[in-house]
């Protein structure tokens, strides 16, 4: 297997604050990644390097081999690495089906997009398909706005879908959703991944990880401290103290929501 | 505000159009546009051609403006940079080049378009680069830039500003020449707005009012996408600045570059309803004569602001969202009561499905102006 995202030595300061500090991890082609750590340990930061929205200080990432060190997010997203956030965000105002066309991916120039219906026919399919896939059909024409906690996070991931990334990235899917959706998300998961999807997962519900994950990397004060199968992670004393011992738990106060 | 959702998407609707209420809106526009043909015909006396015309010129104004800042959510409050600039192109040009007064004067009005959006391309390039508060800040800053060119420069005649040409058309039907030169450019202007709305450009922009990070973030290229908004917008107002300044027959700085034009359009957009189609229309349909009567009948001619001042607070305290909204929402809200008292009287209960809240909510949190 192949590393289809590679992250090396990435360091990000913001101010004096050090947010992820000579960094690396790379995520194998088909695999479910896990990525855990204490509040504060640098775990968005790094997905924001990784999709573009933040240029690393240092360090550098590529796809399949290719250096995207500093690329836009939508140049990212074209590449193929899809990405939800942890507190969702969707296009309130706009309808579920409208939300899935966004990311419908489209090579034309501005002329043609002006010119050009918001979706053909195909289009649309294509996405009624994913939105049937997390169970979403029935809410199309609704505003986004009106989906439950859960159910933006399904949408989330199935307009990641639409423009079939190969590696998704997933901040905290299980977080402050009910436990039965919890169970829809992972199914998700595991089917798409099944289909040949790759996965890089933040999350704080440890039974969700270490079900899924058959890899996990620690992360602790910006910076990968380990690297291995649940049963390692598990037992390591480096991570109990990561987490036992922390300092910073201040920091994103809002990761708690779904701690166990 | 369903218009963008394909026809193919085959799940059920809630609070959807009828195809019956969607040929009745379509019967709507067409009389709406017969009546704008056949105004001149109808009203002769010209005070209330003059007051016809102006009123296009806003109704283009404001829908060109709503096509950019209703849509993508940045209030920009520079618009009459494009204006002015389309009305000095015009009034440069034809003195420069002699062209006598008439029907070929008319010729320079797409041209006062083009030299708009060329403008605003600069402009949106560095307008754009900032978000909400800022933005509406720095067009404020770059329209007083392009009036304070337009007062110093020898070419626009500095202060004393610049004359047009003088048409030799006999008093009677004058207006009517301006009254359709800015009808077109009315329809320019809706068929633009009509063509983003429907269009894959005019979803990316809805998707960055809402989230701009996020739709980066799949893939929408939301720089390109402001900047060809921007600048479509300013090439209507550039064109109907360029039929103001054949109007008028002189202009100068201050009027052509006026502050005041680009608070009066933003308040007529969100007047109507910020982000619709038939909002701006209306809003500039209310505000419009409403201005030109209180400057005819007061000599004191800034009456009319404390009129929009306290006008603009009762728009805000009752309908937020402006007048189209608000109407539809209302339609709606009954329809549904409607349907579903019908079908608890069917079930035997409350019909309601998983979803939390219906339509009616729906519809306010989908049709919220501007700000995140």
Same mark, same amino acid.
């Given at each position: 297997?192949? +590393?289809?995202?590679?992250? @090396?030595?990435?360091?990000?300061? &913001?101010? /004096? =604050?050090?947010? #992820?500090? %000579?960094?690396?991890?790379?995520?194998?082609?088909?695999?479910?990644?896990?990525?855990?750590?204490?509040?504060?340990?640098?775990?968005?930061?790094?997905?924001?390097?990784?999709?573009?929205?933040?240029?690393?200080?240092?360090?550098?990432?590529?796809?399949?081999?290719?250096?995207?060190?500093?690329?836009?997010?939508?140049?990212?997203?074209?590449?193929?690495?899809?990405?939800?956030?942890?507190?969702?965000?969707?296009?309130?105002?706009?309808?579920?089906?409208?939300?899935?066309?966004?990311?419908?991916?489209?090579?034309?120039?501005?002329?043609?997009?002006?010119?050009?219906?918001?979706?053909?026919? +195909?289009?649309?399919?294509? @996405?009624?398909?994913?939105?049937? &896939?997390? /169970? =979403?059909?029935? #809410?199309? %024409?609704?505003?986004?706005?009106?989906?439950?906690?859960?159910?933006?996070?399904?949408?989330?991931?199935?307009?990641?879908?639409?423009?079939?990334?190969?590696?998704?990235?997933?901040?905290?899917?299980?977080?402050?959703?009910?436990?039965?959706?919890?169970?829809?998300?992972?199914?998700?998961?595991?089917?798409?991944?099944?289909?040949?999807?790759?996965?890089?997962?933040?999350?704080?519900?440890?039974?969700?990880?270490?079900?899924?994950?058959?890899?996990?990397?620690?992360?602790?004060?910006?910076?990968?401290?380990?690297?291995?199968?649940?049963?390692?992670?598990?037992?390591?004393?480096?991570?109990?103290?990561?987490?036992?011992?922390?300092?910073?738990?201040?920091?994103?106060?809002?990761?708690?929501?779904?701690?166990? | 505000?369903?218009?963008?959702?394909?026809?193919?998407?085959?799940?059920?609707?809630?609070?959807?159009?009828?195809?019956?209420?969607?040929?009745?809106?379509?019967?709507?526009?067409?009389?709406?546009?017969?009546?704008?043909?056949?105004?001149?015909?109808?009203?002769?006396?010209?005070?209330?051609?003059?007051?016809?015309?102006?009123?296009?010129?806003?109704?283009?104004?404001?829908?060109?403006?709503?096509?950019?800042?209703?849509?993508?959510?940045?209030?920009?409050?520079?618009?009459?940079?494009?204006?002015?600039?389309?009305?000095?192109?015009?009034?440069?040009?034809?003195?420069?080049?002699?062209?006598?007064?008439?029907?070929?004067?008319?010729?320079?009005?797409?041209?006062?378009?083009?030299?708009?959006?060329?403008?605003?391309?600069?402009?949106?390039?560095?307008?754009?680069?900032?978000?909400?508060?800022?933005?509406?800040?720095?067009?404020?800053?770059?329209?007083?830039?392009?009036?304070?060119?337009?007062?110093?420069?020898?070419?626009?005649?500095?202060?004393?500003?610049?004359?047009?040409?003088?048409?030799?058309?006999?008093?009677?039907?004058?207006?009517?020449?301006?009254?359709?030169?800015?009808?077109?450019?009315?329809?320019?202007?809706?068929?633009?707005?009509?063509?983003?709305?429907?269009?894959?450009?005019?979803?990316?922009?809805?998707?960055?009012?809402?989230?701009?990070?996020?739709?980066?973030?799949?893939?929408?290229?939301?720089?390109?996408?402001?900047?060809?908004?921007?600048?479509?917008?300013?090439?209507?107002?550039?064109?109907?600045?360029?039929?103001?300044?054949?109007?008028?027959?002189?202009?100068?700085?201050?009027?052509?570059?006026?502050?005041?034009?680009?608070?009066?359009?933003?308040?007529?957009?969100?007047?109507?309803?910020?982000?619709?189609?038939?909002?701006?229309?209306?809003?500039?349909?209310?505000?419009?004569?409403?201005?030109?009567?209180?400057?005819?009948?007061?000599?004191?001619?800034?009456?009319?602001?404390?009129?929009?001042?306290?006008?603009?607070?009762?728009?805000?305290?009752?309908?937020?969202?402006?007048?189209?909204?608000?109407?539809?929402?209302?339609?709606?809200?009954?329809?549904?009561?409607?349907?579903?008292?019908?079908?608890?009287?069917?079930?035997?209960?409350?019909?309601?499905?998983?979803?939390?809240?219906?339509?009616?909510?729906?519809?306010?949190?989908?049709?919220?102006?501007?700000?995140?």
């Amino acid at each position: 297997m192949t +590393a289809l995202l590679e992250v @090396a030595g990435v360091s990000k300061a &913001f101010g /004096g =604050l050090r947010a #992820l500090d %000579d960094c690396s991890l790379s995520v194998a082609e088909g695999a479910i990644a896990g990525l855990i750590g204490p509040n504060g340990s640098g775990k968005t930061t790094l997905f924001n390097v990784i999709t573009g929205y933040v240029r690393p200080d240092a360090g550098s990432v590529s796809v399949r081999g290719e250096t995207v060190t500093g690329s836009s997010p939508a140049r990212l997203f074209s590449l193929g690495v899809g990405r939800t956030f942890q507190l969702t965000r969707i296009f309130g105002r706009l309808s579920v089906m409208e939300n899935m066309l966004v990311a419908t991916q489209r090579h034309e120039g501005w002329l043609r997009s002006v010119l050009r219906r918001a979706a053909s026919a +195909a289009e649309v399919n294509h @996405a009624l398909e994913l939105l049937d &896939f997390v /169970g =979403l059909t029935r #809410l199309a %024409d609704l505003p986004a706005a009106n989906l439950s906690y859960g159910q933006r996070k399904l949408l989330e991931l199935a307009y990641v879908l639409v423009a079939d990334p190969q590696v998704i990235l997933l901040d905290e899917p299980a977080g402050g959703v009910n436990p039965t959706l919890v169970n829809e998300i992972r199914d998700r998961i595991v089917e798409l991944n099944a289909s040949g999807k790759t996965f890089l997962i933040v999350e704080h519900n440890m039974e969700f990880v270490m079900q899924l994950c058959a890899d996990i990397t620690v992360m602790h004060q910006g910076r990968a401290i380990l690297h291995g199968p649940p049963s390692v992670v598990r037992t390591d004393q480096r991570v109990l103290d990561a987490y036992l011992g922390g300092d910073e738990d201040d920091e994103e106060l809002d990761d708690d929501v779904a701690v166990g | 505000m369903n218009g963008l959702t394909p026809p193919t998407a085959g799940a059920s609707r809630a609070g959807a159009r009828l195809p019956g209420a969607r040929r009745a809106q379509g019967v709507a526009w067409l009389v709406f546009g017969a009546f704008l043909i056949a105004f001149p015909a109808l009203f002769t006396n010209p005070t209330i051609t003059s007051i016809a015309v102006f009123t296009l010129i806003f109704m283009t104004s404001t829908t060109a403006w709503n096509a950019f800042s209703g849509y993508s959510g940045y209030l920009a409050l520079g618009h009459a940079a494009f204006f002015g600039t389309g009305a000095y192109t015009l009034a440069v040009l034809t003195t420069d080049l002699h062209t006598p007064g008439g029907y070929g004067v008319f010729w320079f009005v797409p041209l006062g378009g083009v030299v708009a959006s060329l403008a605003a391309i600069p402009v949106g390039l560095v307008a754009l680069r900032t978000r909400r508060h800022t933005f509406v800040v720095i067009t404020i800053a770059i329209f007083f830039i392009f009036q304070l060119l337009a007062t110093n420069f020898s070419f626009t005649g500095s202060s004393s500003g610049e004359q047009t040409p003088t048409p030799s058309w006999s008093a009677a039907g004058y207006n009517d020449r301006f009254y359709y030169a800015a009808l077109v450019c009315l329809a320019i202007a809706l068929a633009l707005a009509v063509l983003i709305r429907r269009s894959r450009f005019g979803l990316q922009l809805l998707a960055i009012r809402d989230d701009e990070d996020r739709a980066a973030g799949l893939g929408v290229r939301v720089t390109r996408v402001k900047l060809v908004a921007f600048v479509v917008s300013a090439f209507s107002v550039g064109m109907v600045g360029a039929v103001y300044a054949y109007f008028l027959g002189q202009i100068y700085p201050q009027f052509a570059f006026d502050p005041l034009f680009d608070l009066t359009i933003a308040l007529m957009a969100f007047l109507g309803g910020l982000g619709t189609l038939s909002g701006p229309l209306l809003g500039a349909m209310l505000l419009e004569p409403l201005q030109q009567y209180f400057t005819l009948q007061f000599s004191a001619g800034d009456v009319y602001l404390i009129v929009y001042g306290a006008l603009f607070l009762v728009v805000i305290l009752l309908m937020p969202r402006g007048i189209v909204p608000a109407v539809t929402d209302f339609v709606a809200t009954r329809r549904v009561r409607r349907s579903n008292l019908a079908e608890q009287v069917a079930l035997g209960q409350g019909g309601t499905q998983e979803v939390a809240s219906g339509p009616a909510v729906a519809d306010q949190v989908q049709a919220v102006p501007g700000g995140a």
